[in-house]
């Protein structure tokens, strides 16, 4: 079943090379892989579906292993280095679908690196699933943010600058929000 799905993401990508992603068709994806519209609407629900798919696939390829602390900056890194790879296809879809539509996408791609590291700093310290995903939310929305004006602008800035300065502006508050988060005299003050 992956199989096809590697087949039809290798086929989306090589037609992205050739033309805008709202001009291709089923028929062109399924024609390429010699296989019916029928195995297509099998595993996805539209060209979109496939998309969404090929993207955080991609990116689950670059950042396995990469969800501890001690990496943040190489999984950021390594989230901007999975786009960039595929820079064709993400600037292509980034001009054919909604910046709603590709800020799903981005959340998918970076909220499991952040939930790891939220998941780890805060072992122990009685934190609610809530809160976890609170605190992993807020830094995810940051990070997205951030990464859809790099692919705006063309993805040209040093994405390794970029990833620096993140892991600057992050650097313990991570593990400060979660202190906080455990802190029950938190609303205290």
């Known amino acids: 079943m992956n199989a096809t799905k590697q087949t039809l993401s290798a086929s ?12 291709i068709t ?4 399924t024609s390429d892989c010699g296989m019916s519209r029928m195995a297509f609407y099998y595993h996805f ?28 900056q190489e999984g950021l ?8 790879e595929n820079r064709p296809f993400v600037l292509n879809a980034y001009r054919c679908i909604s ?4 800020e799903r996408y981005l959340f998918q791609l970076t909220y499991g ?12 310290l009685g934190i609610s699933e ?13 990070f997205v943010g951030i990464m859809l004006d790099w692919i705006q602008k063309g993805m040209g800035e040093d994405y390794h600058t970029l990833a620096h300065r993140i892991s600057l502006t ?5 593990a400060h929000s979660i202190a906080n988060f455990a802190d029950p005299h938190r609303g205290d003050n």
């Open 12 to 23: 989306l990508k090589r037609w992205m090379l050739k033309k805008p992603l709202d001009k």
């Open 26 to 29: 089923i028929q062109d994806l």
């Open 45 to 72: 629900k539209d060209i979109y579906d496939l998309v969404e798919w090929t993207c955080v696939e991609d990116a689950t390829r670059a950042l396995q292993g990469k969800k501890t602390y001690d990496t943040w």
């Open 77 to 84: 890194t390594q989230i901007f280095e999975a786009v960039l």
């Open 99 to 102: 910046r709603e539509r590709m």
């Open 113 to 124: 690196l952040i939930r790891g590291v939220v998941d780890e700093k805060s072992q122990g």
């Open 130 to 142: 809530e809160d976890k995903t609170f605190i992993a939310d807020f830094y995810k929305y940051s």
């Open 170 to 174: 992050v650097q313990g508050n991570v």
